[in-house]
């Protein structure tokens, strides 16, 4: 009896239950079927399916739980981590700052890195010196340049130009610049609360009351007398009389589509002012196509300029080059680009500069070509980065005057 009850347990043990799938694996079993082939049985879920492959800089909750089979691992696998295709997003900082790039939308720019103003500068005068521009020196590159070509066309033939006028005008720029700035943001102060690219300044953003800025022009205008004085008694009165231009350019904004062109004639005095310094006079011949010369330039550099605010000009009503000449612009500004070029040739051929100065001349031509051929008008990035470049427009000028001064 008992046997016959271990035999029929053992018959129950070796029989195969509804749900298990066997195969025999016979030569005759197998010879048959691979001639009548059945579709293999799909495989038995083993574990719970893993999740998708999270990237390593996406944060993950603390209540997650990576399933266990993970969780053996120091680290947790990403398809976008390993992949090495054209198709991974490039995360470098201010890669799509403005446009370029196609698809849906850019992502937001990088925060600029501090400047030098904001990592060394005393916190207690550290608004002064945004106030001044101190942390964007191309302002001062721009307005020094044109002294400096004044200067050096004025020196004696075959001489290096005068260092300390040089070196007189060199600060009188950073600090009449300096001095400019502060005008404008008084003036503009209730305008640059609605700008994007100005809301951050001194007075717009509180930080500096109005007072307080103009005890600091105050204090500007003082130091820049005491230049003013180091000259003679011509030059005195032509520099005295600039400050006119300077107290008046912000309100040009609000009467004229051309305060660009107003700039010019404020930006440009140097070109007579240097030359003056050093001859205790003005020849018309040279210095006027070279004050020319200026104003056209500060009309291309400014007109790039302002398109990064046209949006904003036209929500708040202030008025520039760049609304004015709209979709044209780039015909304007090359105008505008082959008037200052003829106009220095003219200065440096009545200054008699010797054959240097052409071949420096040809290359700030290309320069300034660049500019107006490559400029993305619609792109603010890309107008500001023009714009930074006249710096290297001015150092080619200047360093043509200054090679043709010495070999005339």
């Known amino acids: 009896m008992a046997s016959s009850l271990f035999i029929r347990a053992a018959r129950k043990l070796r029989a195969p239950t509804p749900t298990s799938t066997s195969i025999s694996l016979s030569p005759l079993s197998l010879l048959s079927h691979l001639q009548n082939p059945s579709p293999l049985p799909a495989p038995q879920t083993l574990a719970p399916s893993l999740p998708p492959a999270i990237h390593p800089s996406t944060w993950i909750a603390p209540s997650t739980r990576s399933p266990r089979i993970l969780r053996r691992f120091p680290f947790e696998l ?9 198709g991974t997003a490039d995360e470098r900082p201010g890669r799509a700052a403005d446009g370029g790039g196609g698809g849906g939308g850019s ?16 916190a207690s005068v550290r608004p002064y010196a945004l106030l001044a521009r101190l942390d964007k020196p191309i302002g001062t590159w721009l307005l020094a340049w044109p002294c400096m070509w004044s200067i050096t066309m004025a020196a004696t033939p075959g001489e290096l130009p005068n260092l300390k006028m040089l070196a007189l005008f060199g600060c009188g720029a950073v600090l009449l610049r300096g001095a400019g700035c ?3 943001d008084l003036l503009d102060r209730d305008i640059d609360k609605k700008v994007e690219r100005t809301k951050s300044r001194p007075f717009a ?7 307080e800025g103009l ?4 204090f500007q205008l003082l130091l820049g007398l005491g230049i003013l004085l180091q000259l003679n008694n011509y030059s005195r009165v032509l520099g005295a009389s600039s400050l006119f231009l300077v107290f008046s350019y912000p309100l040009m904004k609000r009467l004229t589509f051309w305060p660009q062109a107003y700039l010019g004639l404020t930006f440009n005095w140097g070109a007579l002012l240097g030359w003056a310094a050093i001859k205790e006079s003005l020849d018309p011949s040279i210095v006027l196509p070279l004050y020319t010369a200026g104003v056209c330039w500060t009309l291309v550099y ?3 300029y302002a398109h990064q605010d046209k949006e904003d000009d036209l929500k708040v009503g202030v008025k520039s080059t760049a609304l004015r000449f709209g979709s044209l612009t780039e015909y304007w500004i090359t105008g505008f680009g082959a008037a200052c070029i003829s106009s ?10 010797a054959w240097p100065f052409y071949p420096f001349l040809i290359a700030a031509s290309g320069q300034l070509a660049w500019q107006i051929l490559t400029v993305d008008l619609s792109n603010r990035a890309d107008c500001n980065r023009k714009f930074v470049s006249n710096k290297w427009f001015g150092a080619l000028v200047f360093s ?5 001064r010495l070999a005339s």
């Open 78 to 86: 990403s398809v976008a981590s390993i992949s090495s295709s054209s």
């Open 107 to 122: 992502p937001a720019p990088a925060a600029p890195a501090p400047s030098w103003v904001e990592l060394y500068v005393p």
């Open 182 to 184: 502060t005008i404008n």
């Open 205 to 211: 953003s509180g930080i500096l009351t109005p007072f």
């Open 215 to 218: 005890s600091f022009l105050g």
């Open 302 to 304: 400014d007109t790039i």
């Open 344 to 353: 220095l040739a003219l200065s440096g051929y009545n200054a008699e500069l």
């Open 400 to 404: 043509g005057i200054l090679f043709g």
